[in-house]
């Protein structure tokens, strides 16, 4: 478990994350992020055994890339104080300390390691012109090199790591670097380090050569099995010696690749997986993978995606949008490179469920090629559990699913009235077209103990139709106490049901006339309903 603190060290507050060692194993590893990360290396550490100190770039709100921030060297200074002050700590020597660090943070690993004296570095695709990599990248530029990113301060951080490696005398380290062909900066940043690197008595570089690597942030995916055996060994105190080492399969046999892929193409399957899934402008939003895998000899092919909903020997279909997806090339690797640019899909703005009738429906994808005559229908699967509800007029849609399958529910939005739950409406008021509504909703037996346990919706029925609109939910202790039973031993803090915001919901859009008003709340498989009064609407300005 690590512990989050901040000191003082010098000028600057330092933020850090640290964990304690398990057993007997005294060494520290100092860990630096890389662009966009908070510290380093998330849980991929998990199983490294010493003291693990994680520092984070973030001095005076933005980052220093660990050497300057608005040209202030004296951040380095901090942060080295820092790291010395957990060595006395822990009673670690400088022989006993690894560097670690990605992108920036192999950067700052090289940079801390031989600017204060320590022996141990492993840096994956560090950058070396450190000014220009830095100018113009985002909010790094001026955070790093000042307001308005001279040139003069780009060559001044541009010669950093090349004056600090000049002026080297201890060549008695153990380094390890981690590159790949596949990441553009090989040749813009990594190999300007290698000639004074390899003036290192244990200089060790790890080509990571893999069809996979095609971008800078999947060198370290590709190379973290290598990369964590040598902080396992450097971490216990031996240091081990690879020299230049290509890491990857052996080259593509380009005429076996095709006639696999090609093969695999001419297997009866189709590839359907949601990804992401949420409402917008109330309409749902699906988006994931759908594909043919393999290649067809004569090249890429076309593809043409439909979402199917099927209920009792019934189906409804959705034309959907073929997406750029940058990485499907990893996530389904079958024994040979294969890109599926296009193997995204989305629902895009035009589907919007509503001549669904009321039911339960089965989704698939079906995907086919008219150039090659194929037409393949798979059942849609999920990446991670999803479960999104939203009101749509007078109904509910429901979006379920996991790696068994997916199911779209649509149901009315008036569910059953029932004395099992706990309900009161502490307020209600309406001012020309706002309406709001606010009180305490929940079931016992089933915990509301964050502002996701259910859906709330507002709920109006007239002459003219039913229309409904979403709630949120609101933590208020206060009012849902004094509905929990003596005994009930369940969290209810969030279940009390508002307008967002509690500013009242607009509905203009709704005809003029007089309305029953009910809030409803979904949860789980269940969708309660509770009187709150009515409601006379005049027309519209």
Not at 56 to 72: E, L, N
Not at 130 to 150: F, N, P, R
Request: charge should be neutral; glycine fraction near 10%; hydrophobic fraction near 35%.
């Amino acid at each position: 478990m690590y512990t989050e603190a901040t000191e003082v060290h010098g000028k600057w507050p330092v933020e850090f994350q640290f964990r304690p060692a398990r057993g007997d194993h005294r060494n520290l590893l100092v860990v630096f992020s890389s662009v966009g990360s908070k510290y380093g290396f998330g849980n991929a550490l998990d199983s490294v055994q010493c003291n693990i100190l994680r520092i984070r770039d973030h001095f005076d709100g933005a980052a220093s890339y660990y050497v300057a921030r608005d040209m202030d060297f004296s951040v380095s200074d901090s942060i080295q104080a820092l790291i010395e002050s957990f060595m006395e700590r822990l009673g670690t020597s400088r022989d006993q300390v690894t560097l670690l660090g990605a992108s920036k943070g192999g950067s700052a690993a090289l940079y801390y390691g031989v600017k204060y004296g320590f022996k141990n570095i492993v840096a994956s695709t560090p950058q070396y012109f450190l000014g220009s990599y830095s100018h113009g990248h985002g909010q790094l530029g001026d955070a790093v090199l000042g307001e308005g990113q001279s040139a003069e301060n780009v060559a001044t951080m541009d010669a950093v790591m090349k004056d600090l490696l000049g002026g080297e005398s201890d060549f008695d380290r153990n380094v390890y670097v981690v590159s790949s062909p596949g990441d553009y900066q090989y040749e813009q940043e990594v190999k300007h380090y290698l000639p004074a690197l390899r003036r290192y008595e244990n200089f060790n570089f790890l080509f990571v050569d893999s069809p996979t690597v095609r971008r800078h942030d999947e060198v370290v995916r590709q190379g973290l099995p290598s990369i964590l055996s040598i902080v396992y060994a450097l971490t216990e105190g031996a240091a081990p010696r690879w020299g230049d080492v290509r890491i990857g399969p052996d080259p593509e046999d380009p005429e076996k690749a095709g006639k696999y892929l090609a093969e695999l193409r001419n297997e009866d399957t189709a590839v359907a997986v949601l990804a992401r899934a949420a409402f917008v402008d109330d309409h749902a939003r699906l988006s994931g993978h759908a594909f043919l895998p393999g290649v067809p000899r004569e090249g890429e092919a076309d593809e043409v995606k439909r979402l199917v909903l099927e209920r009792q020997g019934e189906t409804w279909a959705f034309p959907l949008e073929s997406t750029k997806e940058i990485r499907l090339y990893r996530d389904y690797f079958d024994q040979y490179f294969c890109e599926y640019a296009e193997g995204g899909f989305s629902t895009g703005e035009g589907v919007t469920f509503e001549s669904l009738p009321l039911g339960t429906f089965e989704a698939s994808i079906c995907v086919s090629s008219p150039d090659e005559k194929i037409e393949r229908r798979t059942r849609l699967i999920a990446q991670k559990i999803v479960d999104i509800r939203r009101s749509m007029g007078d109904s509910e849609l429901i979006v379920k699913g996991n790696k068994n399958g997916v199911k779209l529910t649509k149901r009315s939005i008036v569910g059953s009235d029932t004395d099992g739950v706990r309900f009161s409406l502490k307020n209600s008021w309406k001012r020309d077209r706002t309406v709001h509504a606010e009180g305490v909703f929940f079931l016992p037996g089933r915990n509301a103990e964050k502002k996701n346990h259910a859906m709330y919706y507002l709920v109006l029925q007239g002459r003219r139709g039913c229309f409904s609109f979403p709630l949120e939910a609101k933590k208020n202790v206060g009012a849902t106490r004094p509905h929990v039973t003596s005994g009930d031993v369940g969290t209810y803090h969030w279940g009390y049901f508002t307008t967002p915001g509690t500013t009242g919901i607009d509905v203009s859009a709704v005809p003029a006339g007089r309305y029953r008003m009910s809030v409803s709340m979904s949860a789980g498989g269940s969708l309660f309903t509770k009187r709150a009064g009515s409601v006379v609407l005049g027309k519209a300005d």
